[in-house]
């Protein structure tokens, strides 16, 4: 399989990213932007490498939202 390509706009809007607390400075209008973005790096890495991709996929927006209203990395969020 290919890998697919991000976009430019893709990576210029991760590259503002530089730590997830970065994510508070955006305005949420931003956020599903972001999650896009996010989900198609995912792609593209997974695409080279193979592996488990759903459930990752599956919780980006809630990751970015978590990111956004709780201050990271001093509020720990806990997956189980």
């Not at 430019?8 to 305005?27: F, N, T, V």
């Not at 198609?40 to 490498?49: L, Y």
């Not at 980006?60 to 990111?67: P, S, Y």
Request: a negative charge; zero cysteines.
């Amino acid at each position: 399989m290919l890998p697919l390509a991000i976009s430019s706009d893709h990576a210029a809007l991760l590259d503002r990213i530089p730590e997830p607390a970065a994510l508070r400075q955006l305005p949420e209008s931003e956020l599903q932007a972001v999650a896009d973005a996010v989900r198609a790096e995912m792609i593209d890495a997974v695409s080279i490498t193979g592996g488990h991709l759903g459930s990752g996929l599956g919780v980006v927006e809630l990751t970015v939202a978590l990111h956004h209203v709780f201050d990271t990395p001093d509020d720990r969020i806990v997956w189980d």
